[in-house]
């Protein structure tokens, strides 16, 4: 069975720096596209990045663009959030996700799998 375990959230002071990890098990993800999406308290789940496991055609939203960097280690079956010049607006819960084939996928519902979230906190 699918796992996706993120870690690596918390409290920064705007400015700040976290690298969000998200490990994933249960399978072969090889023909997967990885995503991060966040949800801020009263408002939808929304799109971060997105990454191949294979390739490297990457998407990042316009708002965190130049800020974070989206990557992976195949070998440890990881992705990474590298969040920069973090802002208050930042605060959220930030989940990863995983799709089975396409690319480039922004939509939450267009996702297979999910992990449990990490609280990031950006205080002003």
């Known amino acids: 069975q699918v796992q996706l375990v993120e870690s690596g959230g918390g409290l920064v002071q705007a400015g700040g720096s976290l690298r969000l990890s998200c490990t994933a098990s249960?399978?072969?993800?090889?023909?997967?596209?990885m995503g991060w999406f966040r949800q801020a308290p009263g408002k939808e789940r929304a799109f971060v990045a997105t990454?191949?496991?294979?390739?490297?055609?990457?998407y990042v939203e316009d708002s965190v663009k130049g800020r974070f960097t989206i990557s992976r280690d195949n070998a440890k079956n990881t992705v990474y959030l590298q969040m920069n010049s973090l802002k208050p607006e930042d605060t959220a819960v930030y989940y990863c996700?995983?799709?089975?084939?396409?690319?480039?996928?922004?939509?939450?519902?267009?996702?297979?799998?999910w992990g449990q979230g990490t609280l990031v906190t950006v205080s002003s």
């Open positions: 249960g399978r072969t993800f090889s023909n997967f596209v």
């Open positions: 996700a995983a799709k089975y084939g396409g690319i480039g996928n922004m939509r939450p519902s267009e996702y297979d799998y």
């Open positions: 990454i191949p496991w294979i390739g490297n055609l990457i």
